[in-house]
């Protein structure tokens, strides 16, 4: 019995000396972890934390606080310029200038609108600092919202079937860095590159965006069906949907369906961003900028460009590229569609006119168009002769266009339908206009490079003689 006692109470010893060293080893333990979090957390990195507000606080509100912001909500709609204006007691001015805030005030999308509004603005702590838009701002705020987005029948938007997301946009966004007064930022959200860049304090918000939205209308063309991205080494990409800023791009003579690819972009107040630094061939780019002829030229590397097409090649554009492009030039002797001597041969041809067979006093010619006719499988000439009520004739020249060196153009006149017939011996100045048509050389010339919707005709060595030519 004794031995048996003796065996139990050195058992009872050694448990409870192992639920001791237990409790021990636990404790030591905690208090392990406690002084590891502690270290972490110390007086110091809170410390730097706070320094860090402090300091883009102070980044923000000097000098006026007025920033130019580039912003996307998602990467298929364009993205949108605002001006900001940080104050220092936490209020914020918050100015844009396009087609949502049209809605927001007309309950259109057609046109873009200047708004601005008062809002709140903090930087807080949340895995890093971050810039926090925290009260609603109307003119801002919509792109987060996740009511359904209005297209108000537009297309291109990249913005379908959006109830329960809306835009899909951030309101609040991580600051990554500051050089160069650029902040860059990313959507807390959707984590999409921002920039915040610094403007002088007496940057007018409404003209400057004003300006941005001109640019935004006319810096390309839904017209003009390509334009061209050109490299360093020559070669050539192509770009389509270039007034969507939503890019399709693919290498030229490389089949688009398989090798495309779809580049989000803003237009600013100077030229053109793409959302992310781009690399083609080798080539890397992000910001261009625009210049007097229109065209745009990479910021870091001015041997890259974004081009239009030689004008020839617009005006006569190839049927085989799967559109047409029609060109009117009116000819209504009062405006400013023609010069020098089209205009005399014009004001003859409309004394002319209404001796015709069937015609009547006020009848006269009313325009030109230059386009292709896949029927005809030729470019046509096509003069149109309004005859009162009725429908207006139209008389059909086939030309065969010679395009020279420098955009300089000449042309052969090939056949006709037959009211281009008829009225020959009718009206004899016009075959006197053919006859200098198809003598002539004439300069093509654009205001736009990227977006020439107009193109003059002029007479090589005689400025005042020229036909200006629409895009239809």
Not at 1 to 14: A, D, P
Not at 69 to 93: A, C, H, Q, R, W
Not at 118 to 138: G, H
Not at 365 to 379: A, G, H, T, W
Request: contains cysteine.
């Amino acid at each position: 019995m004794f031995h048996l006692y003796s065996i139990e109470k050195k058992m009872k010893k050694f448990l409870n000396i192992s639920l001791l060293t237990l409790v021990a080893l636990s404790s030591f333990t905690l208090t392990s972890c406690l002084n590891e979090m502690e270290d972490i957390f110390d007086d110091d990195a809170v410390i730097r934390l706070n320094n860090a507000r402090d300091e883009y606080f102070d980044i923000l509100t000097k000098d006026g606080g007025k920033w130019k912001l580039e912003y996307f909500s998602n990467t298929g709609e364009p993205g949108y310029t605002y001006i900001l204006t940080f104050k220092k007691d936490g209020m914020v001015t918050m100015s844009g200038h396009n087609k949502w805030i049209n809605y927001i005030k007309n309950n259109s999308l057609n046109g873009s609108t200047f708004g601005s509004e008062d809002s709140m603005w903090e930087l807080i702590f949340d895995n890093s600092l971050v810039l926090s838009f925290n009260t609603y701002n109307k003119y801002f705020h919509f792109f987060a919202s996740p009511d359904k987005v209005p297209t108000g029948g537009a297309s291109g938007d990249g913005i379908a079937n959006t109830l329960g997301y809306g835009h899909r946009g951030d309101y609040e966004f991580n600051i990554m860095k500051y050089s160069n007064d650029t902040i860059y930022l990313t959507g807390k959200k959707n984590d999409l590159p921002m920039f915040l860049t610094k403007l002088p304090s007496d940057t007018p918000d409404e003209s400057y965006l004003g300006a941005v939205a001109v640019w935004n209308k006319t810096l390309f063309s839904s017209s003009i069906p390509y334009v061209f991205l050109v490299l360093p080494d020559g070669k050539r990409w192509i770009i389509e949907g270039a007034s969507t800023c939503s890019l399709r791009m693919y290498r030229e003579n490389d089949d688009k369906i398989s090798n495309s690819e779809y580049h989000n972009t803003i237009i600013t107040h100077d030229g053109l961003a793409f959302m992310n630094p781009l690399t083609l061939d080798g080539y890397e780019f992000q910001w261009f900028a625009r210049q007097d002829d229109g065209t745009l030229v990479s910021v870091t590397n001015p041997d890259i460009r974004i081009v239009g097409d030689d004008l020839e090649n617009y005006l006569f554009y190839d049927y085989a590229k799967n559109n047409v492009l029609t060109w009117v030039a009116d000819l209504d002797v009062s405006k400013t569609g023609i010069g020098g001597r089209y205009k005399d041969l014009v004001t003859k041809i409309n004394t002319e006119v209404p001796n015709m067979k069937g015609y009547k006093k006020t009848s006269k010619l009313i325009d030109s168009r230059i386009y292709y006719s896949p029927d005809d499988n030729s470019f046509v000439f096509r003069l149109t002769v309004k005859k009162n009520t009725e429908a207006s004739p139209e008389a059909y020249y086939f030309i065969n266009p010679e395009i020279q060196a420098n955009s300089q153009v000449k042309f052969e006149i090939t056949g006709m339908n037959s009211y281009a017939q008829t009225i020959k011996n009718e009206c004899p100045t016009i075959d006197e206009l053919l006859n200098v048509l198809t003598t002539t050389t004439y300069k093509l010339t654009a205001t736009s490079m990227l977006a020439p919707t107009t193109i003059q005709m002029t007479e090589v060595g005689s400025a005042e003689n020229f036909f200006v030519w629409n895009i239809k």
